[in-house]
């Protein structure tokens, strides 16, 4: 099963007022999301999401998301091939369904299933 590519970016942030300024400049245009736990941008047909403190996640470095037309094949495809399920599937709302998984040597992979 083949992905849709990486669509989206999570990049973790100490000070969400200071990243929202960098990122506001290198992107060009003002975020289409912008709460105290998240700012999130669309700039050509990516996303790019400013977490606080990594969020609940704990995310220490940023995350690739891969977009996937079925979030749960893609987990079973990547456990049987060696990966491991850091976060499982679930609703982050509006249908879409995010999970991460580590590859052998511990990165981060991130996928999205849109519904």
């Known amino acids: 099963m083949s992905t849709l590519g990486i669509k989206t970016v999570l990049h973790p942030v100490s000070?969400?007022?200071?990243?929202?300024?960098?990122y506001t400049?290198?992107?060009g245009t003002p975020p289409q999301a912008?709460?105290?736990?998240?700012?999130?941008?669309?700039a050509?047909?990516?996303h790019i999401g400013l977490v606080p403190?990594?969020?609940?996640?704990g995310m220490t470095s940023p995350v690739a998301y891969w977009h996937?037309?079925?979030?749960?094949?893609?987990?079973?495809?990547?456990?049987?091939?060696?990966?491991?399920?850091?976060?499982?599937?679930?609703?982050?709302?509006?249908g879409r369904l995010v999970a991460t998984v580590t590859d052998p040597d511990g990165n981060v992979l991130g996928l999205v299933q849109d519904q």
């Open 15 to 22: 000070d969400l007022e200071k990243a929202k300024t960098v």
């Open 25 to 27: 400049a290198l992107l």
């Open 34 to 42: 912008d709460s105290s736990y998240y700012v999130g941008y669309e």
């Open 44 to 46: 050509e047909g990516q």
């Open 53 to 57: 403190n990594g969020g609940p996640q």
């Open 68 to 94: 996937v037309t079925d979030i749960e094949a893609k987990l079973a495809e990547l456990t049987a091939a060696g990966a491991t399920v850091k976060e499982a599937a679930h609703d982050v709302g509006g």
